[in-house]
């Protein structure tokens, strides 16, 4: 490519090329393709816009930091989503109070049997207004730890198959397989328990 091509024609690895001789402009089009979906990311883990912007910002430096790192073994995509989704996990485990989590962590390392089992999604919800569900699935999510948040709003929310969560996050599939049916079945009883309160 010339210096005086479009960077807009290029696909994301030729500017990931460019980007590491210090191409700026390159950078500024991979930030410019892939800012939205970032912050989306950010957002849907803290649930706050400013968090959310902030940590969103600080993964395009540390992106642009590392980018000599950068092997292309993955997507440009995927690893700059892995980056945020780390720095996200790492702000909501300094914002968490310590708490013993030591009988979640047994259930979702030692469920042997429950991983095999099929995962029970009954319609918790159904009865509840909009605006109200809307609430009680942000106090619920609010509930799990960011580790098995991450991983149910990458399959519920973003469509990730099994495989992928495990390569964006760097752990394996049958840890994301455990952490899922762990995160489901606690928002299901969350939710029940929710529900239940509303009509008594």
């Known amino acids: 490519m010339s210096l005086n091509e479009d960077h807009t024609s290029a ?15 390159a950078f500024q089009e991979l930030v410019f393709r892939h800012r ?10 803290m649930r706050n816009e400013d968090e959310a912007m902030d940590l969103s910002q600080e993964a395009w430096v540390k992106s642009w930091q590392r980018l000599v790192q950068f092997q292309g073994d993955s997507s440009f995509a995927t690893w700059i989503t892995r980056i945020v989704i780390n720095l996200c996990l790492d702000e909501l485990r300094r914002q968490k109070k310590v708490r013993s989590e030591s009988i979640e962590d047994l259930q979702e390392e030692a469920g042997g049997v429950e991983r095999q089992m099929p995962v029970e999604w009954n319609n918790p919800t159904e009865g509840l207004e909009k605006d109200e569900l809307r609430r009680r699935i942000d106090a619920a999510m609010d509930k799990l730890s960011p580790a098995h948040r991450a991983v149910l709003m990458l399959h519920e929310f973003d469509g990730l198959e099994y495989k992928e969560i495990a390569k964006r996050i760097g752990i394996s599939i049958g840890t994301v397989m455990s952490r899922l049916f762990y ?5 299901a009883i969350l939710l029940q328990g929710l529900k239940r309160e509303r009509t008594e």
Request: proline content about 0%.
């Open 36 to 45: 939205d979906k970032i912050y989306a990311r950010a957002f849907l883990m």
């Open 11 to 25: 696909a994301d690895d030729r500017l990931v090329a460019l980007a590491k001789q210090g191409d700026t402009e």
């Open 183 to 187: 995160a489901r079945r606690r928002l």
